[in-house]
């Protein structure tokens, strides 16, 4: 059983950084396909990021491309997403997920993956 737990989120002005954690644990680390999403009410949950830990390949929505960075660090089998730049419709929770199972096609579907964390609150203040 993946479990994963979620840290780094937080209140900050438009245009400051944030960082979230996500550490994993309970499976073989570089198996996984660990992604972000994020949730506001009223919307689906919506893809922001994503990491093929066996490839090293990173995926990014077009909203947070160039302003956000997905990396990992495999000695802490933690993921984490470098979030610059925020803006106020950046404001969501944060939910980090992970598959062992995961194709590339299916990288951006939160159904596809199997394992989810707490979720972690980013409000950015105009």
């Known amino acids: 059983q993946v479990q994963l737990a979620e840290s780094g989120g937080g209140l900050v002005m438009a245009g400051g950084s944030l960082r979230l954690a996500c550490a994993a644990s309970?499976?073989?680390?570089?198996?996984?396909?660990m992604g972000w999403f994020r949730h506001t009410p009223g919307k689906e949950r919506e893809f922001v990021a994503a990491i093929r830990l066996n490839y090293g390949s990173t995926h990014y929505a077009d909203s947070v491309k160039g302003r956000f960075t997905i990396s990992k660090d495999t000695a802490k089998s933690t993921v984490y997403l470098q979030m610059n730049g925020l803006r106020p419709d950046d404001t969501a929770v944060y939910y980090c997920a992970a598959d062992s199972t995961m194709i590339l096609s299916s990288i951006r579907t939160a159904s596809q993956y199997d394992y989810w964390g707490q979720g972690t609150q980013v409000t950015v203040s105009s």
């Open positions: 309970g499976t073989t680390f570089r198996r996984l396909t």
